[in-house]
């Protein structure tokens, strides 16, 4: 009885961590999702704040966030685009998390400084080379297909611009070995051997502290000759 009583436990286990791990990807309104939105709100909070500071913006820059999860990168970001042309452009696959944005940032979204769209990265309703900057955390594992949605992403930036994207390899690694996020391609050098593969150069990770916190940065800059 104990090794059956067990085996349910297991069982009921992995289950838990697989629906948590596909609310991570895409959360939804709902009581998991609720519990998801959460824990980005306190987990992220650093390296969303982090990736923008890294991306070095500028009063007139366009800026786009890639899984703009509840909002926070997208409040850090704004102020820091105070030009006349600067714009800055969020992007999220789960229809909850716009919706959490949209409410988050709603005053800039009216003021015209905002535009979010709920759409995937790999078919992103922005212009070619338009783009100067890029930031995104905890998001390319989730992407279905990494070099589909790298060459999306390289699309839309102009020439020379920067992509930061941050992480804490050791938690990802954890996340990934109980089963909560996808392991084909996880792993900092798979993304940065697709980024290199797909035109990017100057491609490189750095280990970073913000108030005695570790985590991880990957540049990027978009290449077109």
């Known amino acids: 009885m104990q090794n059956i009583a067990e085996f349910i436990c297991c069982f009921c286990l ?28 306190w987990h992220n909070r650093v390296l969303e704040e982090n990736a923008v500071r890294l991306c070095g913006i500028r009063p007139d820059d366009t800026v786009l966030e890639l899984g ?14 105070s030009g006349p042309k600067g714009k800055l452009i969020g992007v999220d696959y789960s229809e909850y998390m716009h919706q959490l944005a949209t409410k988050r940032v709603k005053e800039l979204i009216a003021c015209g400084k905002v535009t979010l769209h709920h759409s995937s990265v790999a078919a992103m309703p922005i212009p070619d080379n338009s783009v100067d900057k890029v930031y995104h955390c ?7 297909d990494l070099r589909e949605g790298i060459q999306e992403i390289l699309r839309v ?42 035109g990017f150069t100057d491609v490189y990770m750095a280990d970073k502290a913000d108030g005695g916190r570790n985590f991880q940065a990957i540049f990027a800059k978009a290449s077109k000759c």
């Open 157 to 198: 930036m102009k020439s020379g611009g920067l992509m930061v994207t941050t992480m804490r390899v050791h938690r990802v690694a954890h996340l990934v070995s109980r089963g909560a996020i996808p392991s084909q391609h996880w792993h900092p050098e798979t993304y940065m051997e697709a980024l290199r593969a797909s």
């Open 138 to 144: 905890n998001c390319y594992y989730f992407w279905p």
């Open 14 to 41: 992995v289950m838990l961590l697989s629906k948590l791990g596909k609310q991570l990807g895409r959360p939804t309104q709902s009581l998991a999702g609720w519990f998801i939105t959460k824990t980005l709100v």
């Open 68 to 81: 703009h999860g509840p909002g926070l990168g997208l409040v850090a970001a704004a102020p820091l685009l």
